[in-house]
């Protein structure tokens, strides 16, 4: 209850500091009580803003990566169903690949090392302790960082549909030579005849 009282009071105080200034005092008080006001308000929409720019540019960035991995996928199942289309009996071919993850990129990064080695001398007996700090980051040429390689995405697996697949012989070498071209296995790879 004394609390209650004693912040009443330090507000009287307040007020009547503030009744017993000028006129002109009063206006630069209430001036300035106004620009504060508006810059409270000004930072929360500023601060609304950002965080709709930084989830449109999430979505605008996860988007363009799906965009470039079908691209990806449609280039290579057109170049695929080419190819094997050249076998012979094979006839008309499609393809459908699936990726298991997305194309990544790996960069340089300058990392730096620090050692400190701290011996304590008691009477009973010596101890020494060692403490090693790393940090890492990114390494950069013109404010860009440095690319090291690009990691082409990983093939899931690979349906094949074409004419002649119903002749074991063909489907065996339609099988072989996706595994052959892209490196994976036979369990990943299904041909199936087309209607």
Sequence with gaps: MENNTEHKN???GIFSRLSGLSDKE??????????LLIGIVLMNFTSIGD????SNS??????????????QEEQLETKLAAILSTIKGAGKVSVAVRFSESESTQYLQDSESTS???QE????????SKETTKSEQLASANDQPVEVKTVMPQIAGVLVVAEGADNAVICEQLSKAVQQLLGI???Q???LPAQ
């Design 10 to 12: 330090k507000i009287k």
């Design 26 to 35: 009063r206006k630069l008080f209430i001036r300035l009580g106004v620009i």
């Design 51 to 54: 965080d709709k720019s930084d």
């Design 58 to 71: 999430k979505t605008t960035e996860s988007s363009t990566n799906q965009k470039v991995a079908d691209t």
């Design 116 to 118: 400190n080695t701290t």
């Design 121 to 128: 001398v008691t009477t009973d007996s010596n101890t020494q």
């Design 185 to 187: 296995c036979a369990y």
């Design 189 to 191: 790879v299904e041909v």
